[in-house]
């Protein structure tokens, strides 16, 4: 019998066989270089551009960067996730357990079955342990399963970060754009209500008509109306940031309130390549870890389709008297190979197989999505950038013109060759290439935002090992 025992266990120990496929990563094909470019838009190289928030040079904004990844909400469940994660691959691991019991019972048994009593008391005292060996790699592959489904949580976890650190910036930067155009707007009304008052002095000394003055008061009225608009913008990019970093709404408005010196626009842009996407895109590499685990619960499948092999074992100590219970007569042992096989249920288990290799093809069309929205983001992005800076520099040119025009209007109309119509509409053309100005700023650095977090920047420095 130990001869036989000894030759089971060897044979499930040495024959193990792996079933379904092995996971070989995809190679998506991807662009030699990005269509769209600028002269202020270089290669990265082996420059870290990790930070990329820091080349705006804005202590704040490094600040509010830095309060969100220690104090976000969404960051702090996607951290919840990584550690379900880890226990749901310590279970996966899992093949064997051992237990131990005790008790003590009376019974009674009818008297036509004995010829005593029929009363017994027993006491048992034991342990027992059930291994499973892995002979066709089904645990091996739940293993499999349960690593790639932790590195996409990790993975997931970057994503978070970037697209929180993304839209900390996007915030950042419409605050200081609505709060430059409230500016901008707040210097127009004052030139305005100096043009009322020149208008209004020149018709009370009769050299003017009431019709002037009218239409000065209603585009000083217009321009005033601007204001509460921009004010609730302003509050609003406040109350997101705080929310951002784990705050109440209003926390920050005495923060964000105080005035600053708008950020510049980075000299030098770093991009990398096409080819650098599937490496830093933390999407993708969650998206490619999926595929993982996908192809991996394949062999998970399969493997129900084959017996199971396990070697229980149970050892005690049993007797009818507590006082004999710890006596060498009293031990009882088993041990012995067990083989459990499914007959009569295999088509539920194929059409597992079936599912699982269904849900594979899934994951690897995501993937595939996944890699083509992540080129076409950066693309967007980059000729957005690109179109947004010759929109700037024309609306620039307008500003100039525009100062200009509104300098002869008010010289011609001082001096009487031109009516005030020629002051109105050359104020309001400045204002509106001015405050279109600030808007295409704005812009700009917006779409910087989104090339960063295109490019899948802000995750590479931080601890990988949440």
């Not at 130990?2 to 379904?20: E, K, N, T």
């Not at 991807?30 to 202590?59: E, K, Y």
């Not at 592959?141 to 996409?152: K, P």
Request: charged letters at 20%; aromatic letters at 6%.
């Amino acid at each position: 019998m130990q001869r036989i025992l000894v030759a089971v266990l060897l044979f499930l120990l040495s024959g193990c066989m792996v079933v379904g496929p092995d996971y070989h990563p995809p190679q998506p094909e991807m662009p030699g270089q990005w269509h769209a470019s600028a002269t202020n838009i270089i290669p990265a190289g082996d420059r870290a551009v990790g930070l990329w928030w820091t080349l705006f040079q804005d202590p704040l904004l490094d600040s509010l960067v830095a309060r969100a990844a220690a104090e976000n909400h969404d960051l702090k469940r996607a951290k919840a996730r990584i550690r379900e994660a880890r226990a749901e691959r310590i279970i996966a691991a899992a093949t064997g357990s051992v237990g131990g019991s005790a008790a003590a019972t009376h019974s009674r048994r009818s008297e036509n079955a004995s010829a005593s009593d029929g009363s017994q008391d027993l006491f048992q005292l034991g342990f027992d342990a059930n291994w499973e060996f892995d002979v066709f790699g089904g645990v091996q592959r739940a293993v499999e399963a349960a690593d790639a489904s932790l590195g996409a949580s990790h993975e997931e976890l970057h994503d978070v970060l970037v697209s929180l650190q993304a839209e900390v910036a996007s915030n950042y930067f419409e605050l200081r754009g609505g709060q430059k155009r409230l500016a901008t707007t707040h210097n127009n009304i004052a030139t305005q209500e100096k043009t009322v008052d020149l208008v209004r002095g020149r018709y009370e000394m009769g050299l003017g008509n009431e019709l002037d003055l009218v239409q000065a008061q209603t585009q000083l009225s217009l321009t005033k109306a601007i204001v509460p608009a921009l004010q609730v913008s302003i509050g609003r990019s406040m109350h997101q940031l705080a929310i951002l970093i784990g705050q109440l709404p209003a926390s920050l408005i005495e923060e964000l309130s105080a005035k600053a010196v708008i950020p510049r626009v980075p000299a030098e842009i770093p991009i990398h390549l096409p080819s650098e996407l599937l490496r830093r895109r933390p999407d993708i590499r969650a998206s490619e870890r999926r595929l993982a685990a996908a192809t991996a619960d394949i062999g998970v499948a399969t493997a129900d389709l084959f017996p199971r092999f396990s070697l229980p074992a149970m050892l005690g100590l049993q007797s009818t008297s507590l006082s004999d219970l710890i006596t060498g007569g009293s031990r009882y042992w088993s041990v012995g190979p067990a083989i459990k096989l499914t007959l009569f249920d295999q088509g539920r288990t194929r059409a597992g197989v079936e599912i699982s290799k269904a849900r594979r093809d899934s994951a690897l069309a995501e993937y595939e999505q996944t890699v083509l929205t992540a080129i076409a983001e950066v693309e967007n992005s980059l000729i957005a950038f690109v179109k947004e800076l010759e929109t700037r520099r024309i609306l620039g040119e307008a500003v100039n013109s525009g100062e200009k025009a509104v300098l002869m209007a008010n010289g011609l109309f001082e001096t009487g060759l031109a009516d005030f119509l020629n002051v109105l509409q050359a104020e309001r053309a400045l204002f509106q290439s001015e405050d279109q100005l600030v808007q295409s700023e704005q812009r700009l650095y917006l779409d910087l935002v989104a090339i960063f977090k295109a490019l899948g920047g802000g995750w590479q420095d931080e601890n990988r090992d949440d």
